[in-house]
Every structure is written in C-alpha cells, then in structure tokens.
C-alpha cells in the first residue's frame, strides 16, 4: 500500500510540473506563431536560403522589435527559439510567383480541355 501510495506521489509529482512547464511554453509558442506571420526574408537573403538552406537558429531569422507584438519578449529565449522556428516553417513553405502562375495556368489549361471534350461530344452527339 505504502509502495502504491509513493508511486502515486511520485507520479503526480513529475507529471504535475511539466504540465504547468509545457502550458507555459504553449502559450509562448501561439505568441510565436502569430507574430511570425508577419515575417518575411528579402530578396537576397531568401536567394541564399533556396541555395543554402540555413539552419532554424540562424540569426537570419531572429525577432526584431517591429515583428513582435510584445517588445519584452525579445528577452525570453523560449520565445525566441519559438519564433525562429514558425519563421523558419513559414519560409521554407514560401512559394514564388512562378509556382502560383504555373498552378492557376495548369488548373485553366485542364478546365479548357475538359469544357472542349464535352462541347466536341455535344456537337459530335447532335450531328448523328
């Protein structure tokens, strides 16, 4: 009983605060996330990552005062660590104009085919 009873303490105790840690850190990371949406790398620089690829904790991806909706945040290293990896995501999943050209062009070139099948069948269809 008294092994099932330290076991249960000893549980409660480990769990207990890492959930108020994780909480915590949660929290930070949805701050992170949303500020993050306002970040974007410049030409050159995302030139480099596309041939490069560097690294999350690059400082190419740091905060800075204007992309924070919190300035004291900017001493918080959980926070920081979480910026730079929404950043991060959001620029690798970065797309180009090209790429958005050429999935429209390729949805109205596949939409232009199936509407002449279907007119060619209809006329083709009417003639008999």
């Known amino acids: 009983m008294k092994a099932l009873l330290f076991t249960s303490l000893l549980f409660i105790a ?8 994780i909480s915590r850190d949660s929290a930070m990371f949805e701050i992170a996330n949303t500020d993050a949406k306002r970040f974007k790398l410049d030409h050159n620089t995302m ?9 999350n904790t690059s400082d ?3 905060p800075t005062a204007s992309m924070v909706s919190d300035t004291s945040l900017l001493k918080d290293s959980a926070y920081i660590k979480a910026f730079k990896m ?18 429209i062009g390729s949805i109205a070139v596949a939409v232009v085919v199936i509407v002449g099948v279907i007119a060619l069948g209809s ?6």
């Open 14 to 21: 480990a769990f207990g605060t890492n959930a108020q840690t």
């Open 47 to 55: 030139g480099q990552f596309r041939a490069h690829h560097f690294p």
């Open 60 to 62: 190419h991806f740091k």
């Open 86 to 103: 929404a950043a991060y995501q959001k620029t690798l999943h970065r797309r180009t104009t090209g790429h958005h050209v050429l999935i």
């Open 123 to 128: 006329w083709n269809f009417g003639n008999r």
